[in-house]
Nanobody, 125 residues
Framework: QVQLVESGGGLVQAGGSLRLSCAASGRTFTFSRRWMGWFRQAPGKEREFVGEISWNGATYYADSVKGRSTISRDNAKNTVYLQMNSLKPEDTAVYYC?????????????????WGQGVQVTVSS
C-alpha cells in the first residue's frame, strides 16, 4: 500500500514562510523514479496545481507561486518538500502532495495516482 503523508502546515502571518514535507512509503512505490507534484485547494475552489519536481530534480511552478516557492526532494528519505516564502493570505488552502503516474510535468489531477491526505496552511493578514 502506498502512502503519502504531508506535514509542516500551520498558521503563519503574511510575509512568512513554511516548509511542507511529504513522506512516501510503500513496498511497490519507487519514489526515486516518480515525478512528484504539489496541489492546493482553497475553500469553495477547485484543486489547483502548485508545482512539480521530476525524478532527477527539475522543477516547474504555477505562476501564482513562481519566485516564492521551491520544491525539492530527498530520494534517500523518500520525501519531497515545498518551501513557501513571502506567503500571502490567498495562499491559504489545504496542500496536497501527489505522485504523477506518468513521466512528464502535468497540472492535470487525473495524471496523479497517489495522493496525500492534505495539510492545512493558513496565512493571516
Amino acid at each position: 500500500q502506498v502512502q503519502l503523508v504531508e506535514s509542516g502546515g500551520g498558521l503563519v502571518q503574511a510575509g512568512g514562510s513554511l516548509r511542507l514535507s511529504c513522506a512516501a512509503s510503500g513496498r511497490t512505490f519507487t519514489f526515486s523514479r516518480r515525478w512528484m507534484g504539489w496541489f492546493r485547494q482553497a475553500p469553495g475552489k477547485e484543486r489547483e496545481f502548485v508545482g512539480e519536481i521530476s525524478w532527477n530534480g527539475a522543477t516547474y511552478y504555477a505562476d501564482s507561486v513562481k519566485g516564492r516557492s521551491t520544491i525539492s526532494r530527498d530520494n534517500a528519505k523518500n520525501t519531497v518538500y515545498l518551501q513557501m516564502n513571502s506567503l500571502k493570505p490567498e495562499d491559504t488552502a489545504v496542500y496536497y502532495c501527489a505522485a504523477n503516474a506518468g513521466g512528464d510535468v502535468s497540472a492535470y489531477i487525473g495524471d496523479y495516482d497517489y495522493w496525500g491526505q492534505g495539510v492545512q496552511v493558513t496565512v493571516s493578514s
